[in-house]
């Protein structure tokens, strides 16, 4: 494994597990927030005055699960004893300095390395999971899933344009938290691959992605790309404008299908998203044009994620709210 940073610098607070369950209540199921590709999210508070914590803080908390087959929306499988590799490899990119000013991803508060105890604490206040919003049209309006969706995009461009490239490879609804803004943060890199983490990672996991995210390109080539990243920001997009969980491939392909017959895409915008009073027809239709570039079956056919950003920066509900600070 490559590594440039040592790591005992960017882990952060070491905290016990104990801590974590008190920060979670017990990771209470009120508390809890969704699934990931290796374990659970849960909405934390580190009390005032704890070890050192001047004032109240809210965070979120992520465990990962030691088991070896994945289940629910995930492929593959993760070698346990590798699983402490993983972890390590996903703080150590998220304590890169050139992510440190990054609002889109998280911030590691510390972890915990107890025993088979694996988890990660994040300075992050969260609203909710992006899945968990998705389908709700009160909680997730017009506005902020366009907010949602250019602030997505402009992150993994960012990723994707550092020097060394990076490679993000599980991105799903799952692993975006949205803030208390409104902003979207991602949450999970576990199979983050490229720069100082290198590419040795065949013999440590095993594994395909998440479930209806996958470029199935990579089923024929097992060819990890900047576009297979691509592929999945489109899936992600076209379940924000249609207001839908697990659209995946297949869904995707016959949008790909009705767009070259028809080029009319209002009709695939919800009723619910269209009587929104921000929503804007021109914006509906170049939404989901962007979204069904990003998922052309031939990965060449896909726009990169400059290309992706530059277009929704010319909707017009932007109006320059949501232009870079």
Not at 128 to 133: A, E, F, G, K, V
Request: proline share 4%.
């Amino acid at each position: 494994m490559a590594a440039a940073t040592d790591p005992e610098i960017l882990m952060g607070k070491e905290f016990s597990y104990e801590d974590l369950q008190h920060f979670t209540d017990n990771f209470s199921e009120e508390n809890s927030i969704g699934r990931t590709h290796f374990g659970m999210l849960y909405r934390g508070k580190i009390p005032q005055g704890w070890k050192d914590q001047l004032d109240e803080k809210y965070v979120t908390v992520k465990m990962w699960e030691n088991k070896e087959y994945l289940g629910n929306d995930n492929w593959g499988r993760v070698l346990p004893q590798y699983l402490l590799d993983r972890v390590k490899d996903e703080i150590r990119f998220l304590g890169l300095p050139f992510l440190e000013s990054n609002k889109n991803v998280a911030k590691v508060l510390g972890h915990c390395f107890e025993d088979d105890k694996l988890g990660v604490v994040y300075d992050l206040n969260p609203f909710d999971t992006l899945r968990n919003l998705m389908c709700d049209k009160e909680k997730l309006g017009w506005r902020n899933r366009v907010k949602v969706a250019i602030g997505l995009a402009r992150v993994v461009k960012f990723i994707h344009n550092n020097e060394p490239q990076y490679l993000i490879r599980n991105l799903s609804a799952a692993h975006v938290v949205v803030d208390q803004e409104f902003n979207p943060v991602i949450v999970d890199f576990a199979m983050i691959l490229g720069g100082d983490i290198g590419d040795a990672e065949t013999d440590r996991v095993i594994t395909f992605g998440c479930r209806d995210y996958l470029d199935p390109y990579i089923w024929f080539t097992a060819d990890w790309t900047e576009r297979t990243d691509v592929f999945t920001v489109g899936i992600i997009l076209l379940e924000l404008i249609l207001k839908q969980i697990g659209i995946g491939m297949h869904l995707s392909y016959k949008l790909l299908s009705y767009y070259y017959k028809n080029g009319d895409f209002n009709l695939f915008v919800p009723k619910s998203l269209r009587g929104d009073p921000d929503f804007d027809s021109e914006d509906g239709t170049e939404l989901t044009m962007i979204a069904v570039n990003c998922v052309e079956e031939e990965p060449y056919k896909r726009p990169n994620m400059d290309q992706v950003v530059s277009k929704l920066e010319k909707l017009h509900i932007l109006n320059d709210q949501f232009k870079d600070n």
